[in-house]
Nanobody, 125 residues
Framework: QVHLEESGGGLVQAGGSLRLSCAAS????????MGWFRQAPGKEREFVAA????????NYANSVKDRFAISRDNLKETVYLQMNSLIREDTALYYC??????????????????WGRGTQVSVSA
């Protein structure tokens, strides 16, 4: 079982950037595909981005494509989400998640077996 912990969230002005990190422990990160999800108040959790175990394939929600970039460093047991050109609609609690199927990069929440507790991102006008 892998334990995930997100960091890097905060308050940023619209147009700014943040980089989220997701550190894994208790397991081997390279076994898993990894995803980022977010949940805004009053809304359902939604898919943001995902990456295969080898980083060979990535997938993004249309709303963040060309603004966000997911990456990973298996030696450091860490996954990243670089967020640029942030807008107010990006305000949410951001979660990282691990999918046992190493090549899975889809948005199906049920495919992700392990979740962190989230890090808050708030974008001001």
């Amino acid at each position: 079982q892998v334990h995930l912990e997100e960091s890097g969230g905060g308050l940023v002005q619209a147009g700014g950037s943040l980089r989220l990190s997701c550190a894994a422990s208790g397991g081997t990160l390279s076994r898993y595909a990894m995803g980022w999800f977010r949940q805004a108040p009053g809304k359902e959790r939604e898919f943001v981005a995902a990456i295969t175990w080898s980083a060979s394939i990535t997938n993004y929600a249309n709303s963040v494509k060309d603004r966000f970039a997911i990456s990973r460093d298996n030696l450091k047991e860490t996954v990243y989400l670089q967020m640029n050109s942030l807008i107010r609609e990006d305000t949410a609690l951001y979660y990282c998640a691990a999918a046992p199927r190493g090549y899975f990069v889809g948005p199906d929440i049920n495919e992700y077996a392990y979740w962190g507790r989230g890090t808050q991102v708030s974008v001001s006008a």
